[in-house]
């Protein structure tokens, strides 16, 4: 019998360890144990042709209206409908995804996309054209952060998979559904096989997911290093100059590309 409790408490312990291998900080273990009490009510589905209304409508809602450069500028997102033409290009691409509960509610959404450099100066193209200023300075800054640091050349890869957008709706949230949508992703990415995911963070919360995911963080800078033609798309006295983390997971080795001093940072920078 002494031998067999001492079994149990060795699985229990190794069981232990292995979780706490799998996150960075103390609150990743809280969070592993509370998600595996969760049921599971969610069900994962991509986000097809019929369904890209719905999907605009729940990213302007939930994920742009907390977006840095929106609260900046005080956009108007009804104001354009260049946006969402944009969103719909993200989607039309069939990585997008979204959650649904058992009866049937959207409960959130990730914005995916592989994306080469030819698509960063599409998208500049793009907004030049566009009439409304803050539209046009949106779009340049999606541009400028996809290129910050510019991890094609970094890892020799035609294509980046990234996390683009990334929103649960405010009643199904603290429930892993954020973790869950983005570990999704990152198996789509994989299977479709991409060699890099990358996912950029900026407001307090989505950081947390990529670190639970375990994705390296391999550059953090202030928004106000994000140049336009002119001028900072965020200046760098504002109360929205917050962090940029930039995460990744790859299947492929390049140590230099982490930025350890502040001669590194600047070389990011064109």
Not at 8 to 22: A, F, G, V
């Amino acid at each position: 019998m002494l031998f067999t409790r001492k079994v149990i408490n060795l699985s229990i312990l190794k069981t232990l360890k292995l979780q706490s291998r799998k996150c960075h900080s103390l609150f990743g273990i809280k969070d592993i144990l509370q998600q595996q009490e969760q049921p599971d009510v969610f069900s994962i589905h991509l986000v097809k042709k019929q369904d890209h209304e719905m999907a605009v409508e729940l990213i302007k809602t939930h994920y742009l209206t907390e977006h840095v450069l929106v609260r900046t500028r005080k956009m108007d997102l009804s104001n354009d409908n260049a946006l969402d033409e944009y969103l719909v290009s993200l989607m039309k691409q069939g990585n997008t995804i979204f959650a649904k509960t058992e009866d049937g509610r959207v409960a959130g959404i990730c914005v995916n996309f592989a994306t080469s450099p030819v698509d960063c100066q599409n998208l500049r193209n793009y907004a030049f054209y566009r009439q409304d200023p803050n539209t046009k300075d949106f779009l340049y800054f999606n541009a400028k952060l996809q290129e910050t640091p510019n991890l094609w050349n970094i890892y020799k890869q035609p294509k980046v998979f990234e996390i683009k957008m990334l929103a649960v709706l405010p009643e199904f949230r603290r429930q892993g559904l954020g973790t869950r949508l983005a570990e999704k992703s990152m198996s789509q990415a994989q299977d479709q096989g991409y060699n890099v995911i990358r996912m950029d963070c900026i407001n307090p919360y989505d950081y947390k997911i990529a670190e639970r995911l375990l994705l390296n963080c391999i550059v953090k800078y202030p928004l106000h290093k994000l140049r336009g033609a002119n001028a900072s798309f965020v200046k760098r006295s504002s109360e929205h100059n917050t962090c940029v983390r930039v995460y990744v997971n790859t299947r492929v080795q390049n140590e230099s590309c982490y930025v350890n001093s502040k001669e590194d940072l600047e070389n990011i920078f064109e």
